[in-house]
């Protein structure tokens, strides 16, 4: 039993907390957040240079790392800057559906992936269908040149600025079937697909997709088809644990500022700190952000477990982030009073970020039916 | 990062394993399972088991007769006792005074005492808390005034102690005493060892609300105790008595013994029908029972890297009253669950079911005998060994600094 981190991990750490605190203070953070583009290409081109983006892929894919807890030393600190880069969305959704199903002309991308020349998005919910892994309404039919693609994706991370998209489009059987999904590589200049963007209210910008009669060569299929659904659970899982990282990492910001608050803040000629109404609130704050740092720690070991292992404690995690995300994000802005309701106080932004993880690739209702039904297929 | 144990940890953990296999008696292990009332004499029996392996006294050091365990160790014996089943150690003397001694004892005390909390010759209880004492607990008033006479110096004890735990069975109490009514009220506290054989001492039952007997009054009236029965130094018991309470609170999450009362609610929540269907397959009691064992498998993970921070060298402090207040929390809500699985069979209460020599009517699943009781008993985790509030303000205080 070991619960410190490689050397090579506390110096990847180290080196990216340095840079996002020089880099990426909150005025700047704001700026880039707020922009037209989404995120700023110059950080995001040094985030691929130290070496952020090498450390999700593993070494056999041109990464120097991949396992669960590089992505969880990663996002944690991207979590304690808020950076709205799009590593998430790149490097790990859509670079894990490459790496995993991609064949050795489709994997030729990823050393561009990781050099942060080309950015790669993952298309798989869909106005209809929210947090579902099996439910694609997208369809894909053969014809004589390849395929033919006709549906909608939702809020897709960072799509304006997508290169290339993982699309999930259904090949086969009925709208909620695990068989029949199929992967699609296309590039964003693919005639009859539509990206419309729009910012998001916790920073950065996503989009929505239509595809009208996109028309694919065969090579354009992402793995073995109609078995694309395997590929999505493992993409989507590596996604779900890098966001419980990132939430811890927002997470220690927001309860470090809101102690410093109760510390500082006087009201009826005392600190706010040397109530216990609040002190309680604080020791509880505490206790939850441990829990949640343990639940990030089990999903982490669990990456490479079996299917039922692995997926149980990606969704025990992803529910407990929820839930605690939430009340860190609530109790942050009580304890903080009225300036916590600004928009110049940075924890309002770990605030709006926490509550907003939940949103994304499964909040804590979805993980725990999940868990539940994970835990009925393990007993029988 | 790597959360498994070693491969000689996983050997240790067989060998806990095969012993409980072998030497916990199958009539200890069916009450405790199913939660019935265990007497003085299985609690020694099991105590006189674990001492011939030599793991009674499992947190002293090997000088004094213990194993020598590692803080991982000492947690994967806990676990396996609790997944087998086994009677909890009675923790007065074992856990507690034996640590006192052993840190503040003479040798005297140690010479004598130790070895018959070992092999059972005592039987101790705690004497803290009092009607006025509570979570306050420096508040103490019980008072010790120290004579001298033909027989040699002494203290003469006047005074009430509160929810003394199986006092009835026990014969000798270590208790907090006002040697110092001048000095600030953390300073006038003794250490003081009685037997509770002497003229002037009585043990009044207090019933709880589950029916049981398993708290007492002790008062104290001019109770004559040799002054050699001082710990430590006269006016400084409070360091003895918080240094009692923080000792070895790496094991105070419960982990093991939520982890098998979970695994006793699945098992019942499989077999009891809702809508006909099992329970489990509720949707309301299925998220209830998901969020507890995610909860439990979070706090274990929080156990375990506290566990790994000490053998590092770090010390538990007030991280234990996290552990407390979490542990205790799932402890209660899985009590909750087992109790609302068995719907309108909880409330029939026959306490002689829960006797080992039962013969009677039984009413409901054998479970079901139990379920109540024990949902009402278990709101005293929260409540003793600091109340869960306690433990928030030393969280405040110690961690946040506020």
Known sequence: ?380 | MDLNFTPEEEIFRNEVRAFLADRLPARLSDKVANGKHLSKADMQEWHAILNTRGWLANHWPVAYGGPGWSAVEKFIFEHECCLASAPRIVPFGVNMLGPVLIKFGNETQKRHWLPRILDGSDWWCQGYSETGAGSDLAAVSTTALRGHDAQGDHYIVNGQKAWTTLGQHANMIFCLVRTNREAKKQEGISFLLIDMTTPGVEVRPVITLDGVHEVNEVFFTDVRVPAENLVGEEDKGWTCAKYLLTYERTNIAGVGLSVAALERLKRIAAQQMRNGRPLAEDPSFAARMARVEIDLENMKTTNLRMIAAVVGGGVPGAESSMLKIRGTQIRQEISSLNRRAMGPYARPFITEALEDDYTGMQVGPEAAASAAALYFNNRKLSIFGGSNEIQKNIISKMILGL
């Open chain 1, 1 to 380: 039993m070991n619960f410190e981190h490689t050397e090579e991990r506390r110096m990847l750490a180290d080196s990216l907390n340095r840079f996002i605190a020089e880099q990426y203070s909150f005025e700047a953070r704001d700026r880039i957040a707020q922009s037209a583009h989404g995120f700023s290409p110059e950080i995001w081109q040094q985030f691929a240079e130290l070496g952020v983006i090498g450390a999700l892929f593993r070494e056999t894919d041109g990464g120097f790392g991949g396992a669960g807890f590089d992505i969880a030393v990663v996002f944690e600190a991207l979590g304690r800057g808020l950076v709205v880069e799009p590593i998430l969305g790149s490097a790990v959704l859509a670079g894990e559906a490459i790496t995993a199903a991609g064949n050795d002309a489709q994997k030729a991308v990823l050393a561009d992936i990781i050099g942060g020349t080309t950015i790669a998005a993952l298309a798989h919910d869909e106005p209809d269908t929210h947090y579902e892994l099996a439910r694609v309404l997208t369809r894909a039919e053969r014809s004589a040149n390849g395929w033919v693609l006709n549906g909608a994706k939702a809020v897709v991370l960072q799509g304006e600025r997508a290169d290339l998209f993982v699309v999930s489009a259904r090949t086969a059987g009925a709208v909620d079937d695990e068989a029949g999904i199929s992967l699609f590589l296309l590039s964003a200049k693919t005639p009859g697909l539509i990206v419309r963007g729009c910012p998001t209210i916790d920073g950065g910008r996503v989009a929505e997709l239509s595809l009208n009669g996109v028309a694919l060569s065969p090579d354009a299929l992402l793995g073995v088809e109609g078995q694309g659904f395997a590929t999505l659970e493992r993409a989507i899982g590596r996604g779900v644990l890098a966001l419980c990282a990132e939430a811890l990492g927002a997470m220690e910001v927001a309860k470090a500022a809101t102690l410093d608050y109760l510390r500082t803040r006087k009201q009826f000629g005392v600190f706010i700190g040397s109530f216990q109404a609040l002190q309680h609130r604080m020791a509880d704050l505490l206790l939850e952000v441990e829990q949640a740092r343990s639940a990030v720690i089990n999903a982490a070991a669990a990456l490479d477990a079996d299917r039922l292992t692995r997926e149980r404690a990606l969704s025990a995690a992803k529910v407990s982030i929820g839930r605690i995300g939430a009340l860190v994000a609530e109790e942050s802005i009580q304890m903080h009073g009225g300036i916590g309701m600004t928009w110049e106080l940075p924890l309002a932004h770990y605030a709006k970020r926490l509550i907003m993880i939940d949103h994304q690739l499964g909040d804590e209702d979805h993980h725990l039916q999940r868990f539940i039904a994970l835990g009925r297929q393990t007993a029988a």
